[in-house]
């Protein structure tokens, strides 16, 4: 096995590769590594196991000592060895035998629905950053990541009365539409809803007190006050 010296280069060389064991970044005369002198390069355990991230398709892959790795190829991102990393999912600590996790992975995992979004925590006074199915989080980064779900903020538009107003329900009752057409709620007052441009579940038609309707975007609703005789 080649000495680890012979194999670092201190001084500028035109054919000099580099490459990144664990974070930090290395350089080379030698095309060809194998699993064994990757890890005697980076003063990394002999016993450990050695994976090689890739940057297409997003799936590591395990270097045996014997293996040799073509470090001109295209596509490396660096190496690492496989040590189980801890994370947290709204309170709960679960670890991780990868360097990088999916947004489908922490779904899978914290049973987080579908119609949730997932967010991971960032210090502040930066936004936490939402995190898509696809989206990858590096979890060898220093400290534990933290993430966490909420429901998607259901933000449409409808008209009341000619105005256009924004409503984050799923549904309206006879009551919503009076508060937003401000029209007072009492036992003097008999008020006619009508709504058009609605879901399939109900696509137009008439709301007394009690009804409750689906909310479609540009949803239109009409309340005509009319007093009692």
Known sequence: MENSNNNQVHGSCDNQLSITVEGILYKTQQ???TGAQIKELANLPALSKLYMTNSTPW???AISDE???DLARLGIEGF???KNLKFIIDCTEYEWD???ITGSEIRQLGNIPQDAQVFLSILGPYDDELINDGDRVDLARP???RFYFKAKELIVSIFVNGKEIPFTKPK???EDVLTLARIPINDSTVCTVTYAKGPSQNPSGEMSKGDIVFVKNKMVFNATPTNRS
Do not use: W
Request: hydrophobic share 25%.
């Open 31 to 33: 095309q060809y590594l």
């Open 59 to 61: 799936k590591d892959t």
């Open 67 to 69: 293996e040799k790795v």
């Open 80 to 82: 690492y060895i496989k």
């Open 98 to 100: 990868k360097q990088y």
């Open 143 to 145: 400290g534990i990541e």
């Open 172 to 174: 309206i009752s006879y």
